[in-house]
C-alpha cells in the first residue's frame, strides 16, 4: 500500500499533522504554492515543538551556555566540555517521554539508543549513562506495568551496547499517572581535535546513509511527541520505535573505524524525524542544498512510500557527507560490520531540499527556511502565585521521630533503588568508581592515570510547581552540590525541560519561571548549560505533569584516590555538617509523606552559600581530609545520616543540643547549601577552624560509632532496621 | 605467556578483558575477528562477555557457529587453553565445548550485582592461584546465566572435578543448579563461567579477588593490586 504524493491538502489534513491555520499559511507564503503531501509532512517533522522548540526558544536564549572549558554548546548533537589533556567530554540528556507511555520497553530502549548516538555520532565513545524516570502514584493500575517495561528497556538497550549506568532517579508522584517521564543521559569522551560535527561542507559530495535499514516505525513519532494525550493514546502505538541494541553496538564500533580514517566531513544521526531532519539539519548549517534519491535508501519493507520515508523514526541510521576518496575504505568498514552503506544524494549549490522518489521530484522546499524559518512564539504566561510562608513552629512535630524516620526511608520515593540498578550493567567497561545510590556516579578516564569524571541528575518537582524559579535554581544547586560531594569540580550541565501544554499560560509561567531559575544559578555557579531538550505537552486530559525541568550535570575530578563516598565512615570518625540548622519545612518531605500536606514555599537557594559551602567541601576532600560525604536534600538531615550510616552499615551518635529552633525542622528541614561529612577525629578540631576560617557555617554533630543511629533522646534505630525499611519496599511494590 | 581475545560483533566486555590481560601479564593479547579461520599461536584464547549478534536468538547459537569456532576448537583439541566469560561461556556451551545449558535467569531479569564465589577445584589451569574452598569476591552481569545438566551428568561434573566455581554464601544470583558459576572440560582446559573476574583485578575495582584466575591461566604471579 502506497499513499499517493498528490492527495489534496485539506484543513483537516493540516490538523492532523499537528499544524495551525496560520502555520499553514506561513507555509503557503514560504514556497508560492500548495506543498505535496510529502512536503506536509516535511514541514509537520521540522516544525513541531519536539524538532523546533517553537515555545521555548525565546527563553531558552537566556541560559549561559558558554564557559571557559565549554568547546560546543548547544545546537549540536551533544555539548564537548574540555577536561584537560586533549580530552573532552560530550554529554546530553533527552526525554522519550510519550513513546515510553505507549509502549514502555521499546520507548525507553530507543530514548537509550538515541542518546548514545548523539554522543557518539560526535566522535566521543559513550562511557556512562544515567536514567532520570519518574512514574504515577504507586496505587495506580499502570504504574507497575510502567515501571518494569521501562526498567527492562533501559536496561535491554544500555547493557547489550556496552555503557555502564551510573546514576539516575525514579520518583512516583500521582500527578504522572498519565505522562510517565524517561529523560536519558549519556556521556561520552572523545579528543578536542578529534570532533564531529553536523556541518556539511563542500559541494557535489555523497551524501552516505549507513546504519539500520528504513522502516514504517515511528512515522509520526516527533508530531506525536508534541501533543497532549488522550483516550485514543492506545492508536498511537504503531509510531513508536523498536529498538535494536545490537546495531547500534555495531554502528558504535564503525563509526569511530570510519572517523578515524579521516573520509568524514559532517554526521548526523537520524534521530527525531529521521532522514528529514538529518538531511536538513546538515544542508542548512553548511549553506548547501541537498538532493535525495529515495530509490537508494536501503529498506525493510516493500513499496514505501515518499512521505514515510521521509518520517521513518527507524533506529540506528546515520547520514554522512564523506570525502569521494575515501569512499571505498569507508564502505568496507561497514561491510565488516554487517550495516547498509548508500550513497543515497548529494550536496548541492541551490539551497533547496530536493527529494527524487521513482524519477518523480515529490519535495522541492527551501532548506534554511525549514530549519530557520520555523515559526517561534512569545507564548503568553502568568507567574505563578507563591505560597504563602510556613514557618517551622506551625508544623506539628511527630508524635515518634523513630517511626517518622523509619516511613521516610521505606516510603517509595525514599527506598533503595536497588531492585532498578541492579538490571542495569553498572560496571562494563572497568571504570565505574561509584555506581548507583551515593550522591554521584563516578568514572575514571581510561586513558589516564588519575582522571575521573562524576555525573549526576537532578530536579525536586514539587519545590519547581511550589516556585518555578526557585525551584530551578534548586535543581541546578542540588545538581552541583552532588558532584561537590564526591570531591569533583561541577563543569557544565545538560537540561531536559519537561513540561505540560505551553499554550496555557499558567504553565508557560512554569517553564519561563523554571528556565529563569535555571539560568540564574547557572551564572551564579559557573555550571553552563552546553546541551538540552524541551518535552511540552505532558498532560493527559488536561492535567499537567508536575514541572520537571531535570538538570544533568558533569565534574571532573584530577585525581581519584582523593574522592568521597557517601558510605566510607570509620568507627570514630566525626561527623559534621556543613551549612546552616535546618529550619525550612516548607514544600518539604515531612509536610508530603508524614503529615500527608502539600503547603508552603520552597526553600530558597542562596547561591552564594552554596558556592562558598560546596567549594570548602571540595578543598577538604582533595585534601585528604574527609573520609565519607553527602548532601542534605529531600528529608533533610536526620534522612542524610540515615542514609550514610546504611551505606557504611556502621551506626551515629549524634547530639542536637543548643538547638536554635524545633528539632523537627533542625530533622527534617530542607534548607540548601548542606553537607554532611566525616573526618577522623585528630582532624575535627582543623576541619572545624578551617571552616570557620573561610565563613562557612558548620555543626559538630558527633561520632561514627555502634550499631544505631542515635540524636539525643529523641531518636534511636538499629541500623538494620533502617536498612530493612529502606530495600524492601520496591521488591515488594514489584513483585 | 601471549593470549588472544576473540572479537565478535555484539560483544561488549572485550575491551575489559583485554584491558585485563593487559595489566596481569604485561603484554597485550592478540585480538582475533569472527571471520578469520586460524588463530596465532598463543597460551590462552579468551572469549569475553556481551551479547553476540544481540542473543537475539538463543545467548551465543549464532557465535557458536561462525568460522572462528571451529579454529578454537582445534587449538582447544591441541590444549590450548580456552576461557568463556558471560556470554563466552554461553557460546562455548552453545558450541558443544562445555556441557550444560544457560537458562533465563529464575528471575526473568538481567542481574548485575556482586556475587560470592567458592573455589571448588583448586588444581586447574584457571584457579591454580586460589585454595579449594577459597571464597571470592566476583561482579555478575547476565541475563541467562542459570546453568542446568541433567542429574546423570551432573554426577559425572561432580565426579570429574568439573565444576570450578559455585556461588557461595547465599548469592546465586539466577537459579543455577546445584550452584554452578563456573565449569571445565574434562580434560580441564577449556573453562566457562559467568561471573567477571576482568571486572575485579584492581584497586579501582575496588579489589583484585579475580585477578587470580589470569594469573594461573597465564602463569604469572597472583599479584594483588
Known amino acids: 500500500m502506497t499513499i499517493p504524493n498528490s492527495i489534496a491538502i485539506t484543513p483537516e489534513l493540516v490538523a492532523s499533522h499537528g499544524l495551525k491555520p496560520d502555520e499553514y499559511q506561513r507555509i503557503l507564503d514560504l514556497i508560492g504554492r500548495e506543498p505535496t503531501f510529502t512536503e506536509l509532512g516535511i514541514f509537520s517533522a521540522m516544525w513541531n515543538e519536539h524538532c523546533s522548540y517553537k515555545s521555548s526558544k525565546k527563553w531558552l536564549r537566556t541560559l549561559p551556555t558558554k564557559g571557559r572549558r565549554v568547546i560546543q554548546g548547544p545546537g549540536e548533537n551533544a555539548g ?105 543521559f549519556a556521556a561520552g569522551l572523545a579528543r578536542t581535535d578529534a570532533i564531529f560535527y553536523s556541518k556539511a561542507e563542500g559541494l557535489g559530495l555523497p551524501v552516505v546513509y549507513l546504519g539500520a535499514k528504513t522502516g514504517r516505525d515511528g512515522v509520526g513519532g516527533a508530531t506525536m511527541a508534541s501533543a497532549e494525550f488522550d483516550e485514543s493514546i492506545e492508536e498511537k502505538r504503531p509510531t513508536v520505535q523498536v529498538g535494536d541494541p545490537f546495531t547500534e553496538k555495531c554502528l558504535l564500533e564503525a563509526c569511530l573505524e570510519l572517523m578515524g580514517t579521516g573520509a568524514v566531513i559532517a ?435 558527633g561520632t561514627v560509632t555502634g550499631e544505631n543511629l542515635i540524636v539525643d533522646d529523641l531518636l534511636d534505630v538499629a541500623i538494620v532496621d533502617l536498612v530493612n525499611a529502606n530495600e524492601s519496599w520496591f521488591p515488594q511494590f514489584m513483585a | 605467556m601471549k593470549s588472544a581475545v576473540v572479537q565478535l560483533p555484539g560483544l561488549n566486555r572485550d575491551r575489559d578483558m583485554i584491558a585485563a590481560l593487559t595489566k596481569i601479564s604485561g603484554r597485550a593479547p592478540i585480538t582475533v575477528w569472527q571471520t578469520e579461520t586460524e588463530i596465532p599461536d598463543v597460551d590462552l584464547i579468551v572469549i569475553p562477555g556481551g551479547f553476540s549478534y544481540g542473543d537475539y536468538l538463543r545467548c551465543g547459537a549464532i557465535a557458536a557457529r561462525m568460522p572462528v569456532m571451529q579454529a578454537i576448537k582445534e587449538k582447544a583439541d591441541q590444549g590450548v587453553k580456552v576461557l568463556g566469560v558471560c556470554n563466552g561461556f554461553q557460546i562455548l556451551v552453545e558450541a558443544g565445548m562445555l556441557p550444560g545449558a544457560l537458562m533465563r535467569n529464575s528471575s526473568l531479569k538481567f542481574v548485575c550485582k556482586e556475587v560470592k564465589l567458592e573455589v571448588v577445584n583448586a588444581e586447574t589451569d584457571f584457579t591454580r592461584a586460589y585454595e579449594k574452598g577459597q571464597v571470592i569476591r566476583c561482579p555478575v552481569a547476565h541475563h541467562d546465566g542459570n546453568y542446568f545438566v541433567d542429574s546423570e551428568l551432573l554426577s559425572s561434573l561432580e565426579d570429574n572435578g568439573q565444576i570450578v566455581f559455585r556461588y557461595a554464601e547465599g548469592t546465586n544470583p539466577n537459579g543455577s543448579l546445584s550452584d554452578i558459576a563456573g565449569v571445565m572440560n574434562r580434560s580441564g582446559n577449556v573453562l566457562g563461567m559467568m561471573p567477571h573476574p576482568e571486572n575485579l583485578i584492581e584497586a579501582a575495582h575496588g579489589g583484585s579477588d579475580g585477578r587470580g584466575i589470569f594469573a594461573s591461566a597465564l602463569d604469572v604471579v597472583a599479584a594483588t593490586a
Open chain 1, 80 to 184: 564537548v566540555v574540555d577536561i584537560d589533556d586533549g580530552d573532552c567530554v560530550v554529554f546530553k540528556m533527552e526525554s522519550h517521554n510519550h513513546p515510553s507511555y505507549i509502549e514502555p520497553y521499546q520507548g525507553a530502549a530507543t530514548g537509550v539508543g538515541g542518546i548514545l548516538r548523539d554522543v557518539f555520532t560526535m566522535g566521543a565513545r559513550p562511557v556512562a549513562a544515567m536514567n532520570a524516570l519518574r512514574f504515577g502514584a504507586p496505587d495506580h493500575p499502570k504504574t507497575k506495568h510502567l515501571v518494569s517495561g521501562v526498567v527492562a528497556g533501559v536496561g535491554g538497550y544500555g547493557n547489550s551496547f556496552g555503557v555502564p549506568t551510573v546514576g539516575g532517579e525514579v520518583e512516583f508522584d500521582p500527578r504522572y499517572n498519565g505522562n510517565i517521564l524517561v529523560n536519558a
Open chain 1, 267 to 701: 554526521i548526523q544521526d537520524m534521530g527525531a524525524a529521521g532522514l528529514t531532519c538529518s538531511a536538513v539539519e546538515m544542508g542548512a548549517k553548511g549553506d548547501l542544498g541537498i538532493e535525495l534519491d529515495l530509490d537508494k535508501v536501503p529498506v525493510r519493507e516493500d513499496r514505501m512510500s515518499a512521505y514515510e520515508m521521509m518520517l521513518s523514526e527507524s533506529q540506528e541510521r546515520m547520514l554522512m557527507v564523506l570525502k569521494p576518496e575515501k569512499e571505498e575504505e569507508a564502505k568496507a568498514i561497514f561491510v565488516k560490520w554487517g550495516l547498509d552503506f548508500a550513497i543515497v544524494g548529494k550536496t548541492t549549490d541551490d539551497l533547496r531540499f530536493r527529494i527524487l522518489h521513482h524519477g518523480e521530484e515529490v519535495a522541492n522546499l527551501p532548506i534554511k527556511e525549514l530549519g530557520d524559518e520555523a515559526p517561534e512564539y512569545d507564548r503568553p504566561w502568568v507567574q505563578s502565585n507563591g505560597r504563602a510562608p510556613l514557618p517551622a513552629s506551625q508544623v506539628a512535630a511527630p508524635a515518634d521521630y523513630n517511626e517518622a524516620l523509619l516511613k521516610l526511608v521505606g516510603s517509595p520515593n525514599q527506598s533503595s533503588r536497588r531492585w532498578v540498578w541492579e538490571q542495569y550493567d553498572t560496571l562494563i567497561q572497568g571504570n565505574s568508581l561509584q555506581r548507583p545510590g551515593g550522591d554521584a556516579g563516578v568514572v575514571r578516564v581510561e586513558t589516564h592515570p588519575t582522571k575521573a569524571l562524576a555525573f549526576s541528575s537532578d530536579v525536586t518537582p514539587r519545590y519547581v510547581e511550589a516556585d518555578p524559579f526557585e525551584g530551578g535554581k534548586q535543581a541546578v544547586a542540588e545538581c552541583w552540590r552532588n558532584i561537590c560531594a564526591t570531591g569533583a569540580e561541577p563543569l557544565a550541565a545538560t537540561d531536559n525541560l519537561n513540561f505540560g501544554n505551553p499554550e496555557k499560560p499558567e504553565i508557560m509561567g512554569q517553564l519561563v519561571g523554571a528556565i529563569k531559575g535555571i539560568g540564574e544559578a547557572c551564572k551564579a555557579l559557573d555550571f553552563p548549560i552546553v546541551s538540552g531538550n524541551v518535552s511540552l505537552y505532558n498532560e493527559t486530559n488536561g492535567i499537567a505533569i508536575l514541572p520537571t525541568p531535570t538538570i544533568a550535570g558533569v565534574g571532573l575530578l584530577p585525581d581519584w584516590q582523593k574522592m568521597a563516598k557517601i558510605g566510607s565512615a570509620k568507627e570514630g570518625d566525626r561527623l559534621i555538617m556543613i551549612g546552616t540548622d535546618g529550619s525550612h519545612l516548607g514544600s518539604s518531605i515531612y509536610l508530603r509523606d508524614i503529615l500527608d500536606t502539600i503547603e508552603g514555599p520552597p526553600p530558597e537557594v542562596d547561591l552564594a552559600a552554596e558556592r562558598r559551602n560546596g567549594e570548602f567541601v571540595r578543598s577538604m576532600i582533595r585534601n585528604g581530609q574527609v573520609t565519607a560525604c553527602h548532601d542534605i536534600s529531600s528529608g533533610g538531615l536526620a534522612l542524610a545520616l540515615a542514609e550514610m550510616a546504611m551505606a557504611s552499615g556502621k551506626g551515629m551518635k549524634v547530639s542536637l543540643k543548643e538547638q536554635r529552633g524545633p528539632a523537627h525542622a533542625l530533622f527534617f528541614g530542607e534548607d540548601q547549601a548542606r553537607y554532611v561529612i566525616t573526618v577522623s577525629s585528630d582532624l575535627a578540631n582543623f576541619v572545624q577552624a578551617s571552616a570557620e576560617s573561610a565563613g562557612v557555617p558548620f555543626r559538630l554533630l
